[in-house]
Nanobody
């Protein structure tokens, strides 16, 4: 399974940005698909993801500014970030829990995409 991220880059505070992650490969079931981020000197944290029941998790710290949407047909999720703040500067990682044909559950990470917000 591969997680391909796109988007990110340099943006100004107050602006918006979009990230997309697409899962590909041998996927029997996509249990979760979403985004984590890791700011300099900090631990990696969940930003937002979809879980198998069709519900979403969004970190309290970004609620109201981050919006996650899903394209089931493409096994992809998009993260829309509004009102960017310098503290949103981080490497954003696509993340998924996937089960294959043998129903084994595995965790996958994308390569990370850097978001830099200038004040």
């Amino acid at each position: 399974v591969q997680l391909q991220a796109s988007g990110g880059g340099l943006a100004q505070a107050g602006g918006s940005l979009s990230l997309t992650c697409a899962a590909s490969g041998t996927i029997h079931k996509l249990h979760t698909l979403g985004w984590y981020r890791q700011a300099p000197g900090k631990q990696r944290e969940l930003v937002a993801d979809f879980i198998v029941a069709g519900t979403t998790n969004v970190a309290d710290s970004v609620k109201g500014r981050f919006d996650i949407s899903r394209d089931r047909a493409k096994n992809s999720v998009s993260l829309q970030i509004y009102d960017l703040k310098p503290e949103d500067t981080a490497v954003y990682y696509c993340h998924a829990f996937v089960s294959g044909p043998s129903l084994d559950l595995r965790e996958y990470w994308g390569q990370g995409t850097l978001v830099t917000v200038s004040s």
